[in-house]
Each structure stands twice: as C-alpha cells, then as structure tokens.
C-alpha cells in the first residue's frame, strides 16, 4: 500500500489530498525533530532514524489490537483502548506505547554504540536499521510479517475521520516542540550544545557527557517513536518495506535544509521534504504528467540540498549561533 491508497472518510477530492498530505507533513516534522535533538544539538550521528520509527508504528498496531484479534500462541494482546464519550480511541495508548518501546530499545542499543566515535556511531545505527527491519519481516507471530499488519483504527468509522487523525497529530507536533524547545533552553541542553561543540571540555568542567549523550538518544528516539504511531493510525496496514534504513537519509535532508541544531529548522525542513516527497503522489487526478514530477522528485530533493549548502551551509533557519560565527 502506498501513502496515496489510505483511506480517506468524511472528505473527499482537493481537501482529502490537502489533509492527507498535511498529516504525512507533521510526521516528516516530528521525525526531523527528534533527529534534531540527537544530531543538531547533541552531535549524535544516527541513521536508525526509521528502525525506531518503524516500532513505534508497530508497537502502536500491536496493543491496539481488538480482544479477538489473533496473536502469538493463540493469546490476546493488552486491550488498551481508551472509552471516550462512548467511542473506544486506542489513540493515547497508542502514543505513548510507540514512544515507551522505541525508547526501551534505543536505551539498549545507547549502552554499547555511544561510546563510538561518530564513524563508528553511523556504522553501527545503520546496521541497526537493517536489523530491526529484518526482525519486523521475520517475526511473523508478532508483526505477520510481510504479509502485512492491519491497524485497528476505530475513528474511520467517523465522521472526518482524516480531520481528527490531522488534529492529533498537530497535538502530537505541538506537545513535542514544546517539550523540546523547554528542554534544549535548560541547563540540561545547553550541556547537550556543550558535547556537540567539544565532548572533552564537557568532561573537563564534570559533566557525565555518556549520561547526557544516552538521554538525548533516547528522547529522540522516543519522539521517533511518536511519530510511528500516527504513521500506523494513518495507513492503517503496515509492512516492513515501509520503514527501510533509506527513511532515514530523508529525514536528514529535512534537519541539514531547515537549519540544525534549531526547532524551528527542523519543522521548516520537514515541511519542505514532504511537499517535495508526497505532493507528486498524489497529482495523478489533478496534473496530466505525475509520473514524470514523481519521478524527478529526488533530483529535485538532491538540487534543494546542493544550494543549500552553497548558500547557507548552516540551514535556511540554522543555529543563531552558527550563522553569528560564519558572518
């Protein structure tokens, strides 16, 4: 299933596209987000950007599976959706199941990989991604594997139902920057700055830089995570094609375009990247010759990069800092 065959209810035509690509928009946001906490202001090079994006998707799809629902060993899986006003939502646990597990499994991969130096570091990340994707595909009593997983997703019985998941998401964004923009203002970021800029001055002056490095790691990956769940509410099935290592080069394509090591950047490049990757998916009922604009997409993607970093080479939003010291 492509991103263009989701289901759309209560909206149809040119305002079904719009928030159809509106939502896929603030995942793009919320993926460049949590990259830019591990990498923009921690130094931290990833490229498991889509392994934890990947489960947290998953982890939403597993413990919102109805009661009937088969599962391994002929067991149910925990019921967790939420009864509001009447209507079961498994929304809430859904987040915050996809951010807890890609959490619990970035603090497993943070204990061995972030001693690494940053070479290392992307090696090992990136043989990461391979993993988690091959343990989706193969797991087939946990993920079905890639026939594909169904999501339970009551709000398409609703009314706008694309509305409502747009709205959540847009909370989710919201939440998130808030979040993060406390968290890198605080004493605690600016130690984060402090590793990025000089690993060893940090240490010099006291500061536990493998205690700070772990709790950024896992943050991001957390907010990773978050996004998974809307990326699984919104497709509704789920295959571990979907969640190639690749994502993850997208994604900091969106951090280096929108400026690193700032928020704001990270939500203008997530902005630009999924008008560049989604909008010419879904042209084909609105322009005679989508295939070719899909298709020219990612040179598009490569031409953005290329002036970007001829002309601003620290982001259109970068680090105030940066552009103080480039000037």
Do not use: C, H
């Amino acid at each position: 299933m492509t991103v263009s065959e989701v289901a759309l209810a209560g909206l149809t035509g040119l305002s079904a596209f719009i928030v159809n690509v509106a939502t896929f928009a603030v995942v793009y946001v919320v993926l460049a987000l949590g990259l830019n906490l591990q990498w923009g202001y921690t130094g931290l090079f990833n490229i498991s950007v889509a392994a934890f994006w990947g489960i947290g998707a998953y982890a939403a799809a597993v413990v919102t599976k109805p009661p009937s629902a088969p599962t391994a060993f002929g067991l149910n899986l925990p019921y967790l959706w939420v009864d509001v006003a009447g209507v079961p939502l498994p929304l809430a646990p859904a987040v915050f199941a996809g951010a807890l597990t890609a959490g619990a499994v970035s603090l497993l991969v943070a204990i061995p990989t972030l001693r690494l130096r940053d070479d290392y570091l992307a090696i090992a990340t990136l043989g990461l991604a391979e993993v988690i994707r091959l343990i989706l595909t193969n797991e087939e009593w946990l993920t079905q594997g890639a026939r594909g997983l169904s999501v339970s997703n009551p709000i398409l019985g609703m009314d706008y139902s694309n509305l409502i998941l747009l709205g959540i998401a847009l909370t989710l964004l919201g939440v998130t920057y808030w979040l993060l923009e406390a968290g890198v203002d605080s004493p605690w970021g600016r130690v984060l700055k402090a590793v990025r800029e000089d690993e060893t001055v940090a240490k010099s002056v006291g500061k536990d830089t493998f205690a700070f490095k772990t709790q950024s790691f896992v943050l991001g990956s957390m907010v990773m995570g978050a996004a998974g769940t809307i990326t699984a509410l919104q497709l509704n099935f789920l295959v571990p094609g979907q969640f190639a290592p690749r994502w993850a080069f997208y994604v900091y394509i969106a951090v280096i375009v929108g400026g690193s090591g700032t928020n704001r950047g990270a939500v203008l490049g997530g902005l630009v990247l999924a008008v560049l990757l989604e909008l010419p998916r879904f042209l084909r009922d609105f322009v005679p010759f989508e295939s070719v604009v899909t298709n020219l997409r990612l040179l598009v993607v490569g031409l953005l990069v290329v002036v970007v970093m001829t002309y601003r080479p620290w982001g259109i939003l970068g680090d105030p800092e940066v552009m103080r010291r480039e000037e």
